[in-house]
């Protein structure tokens, strides 16, 4: 259950970290946090509205899954699965390509 959480707060910390949410130092820091937050909302426009409602509500705000499970009046293991398949989703939409990088 601790790796759950730890998991899940590595999440959080990484989307809010990829959505600008912490501050930056320096300009070119700066229009890097700016891009990485267009992209990370791309990304979650892209989403099913499911699945982008679940990374907002237990990723970004914190409810825990049955929480979210009552408010989208689905099961509470149905949440879970569509959190990871979001998350997926993301990890592989933000990930850069060799093509990217250089």
Request: no cysteine; glycine share 4%; hydrophobic share 35%.
């Amino acid at each position: 259950m601790y790796d759950h959480h730890r998991r899940s707060a590595d999440r959080l910390r990484i989307l809010r970290t990829h959505s600008g949410a912490l501050e930056s130092s320096g300009d070119s820091s700066a229009q890097r946090d700016v891009d990485t937050s267009i992209d990370v909302q791309r990304a979650l426009a892209r989403l099913p509205d499911t699945h982008h409602l679940v990374i907002v509500l237990h990723y970004l705000e914190g409810l825990p899954f049955h929480e979210v499970a009552t408010v989208l009046d689905r099961p509470a293991g149905t949440i879970r699965r569509i959190g990871r398949e979001a998350i997926r989703q993301l990890s592989r939409d933000l990930t850069p390509t060799p093509e990217q990088e250089s």
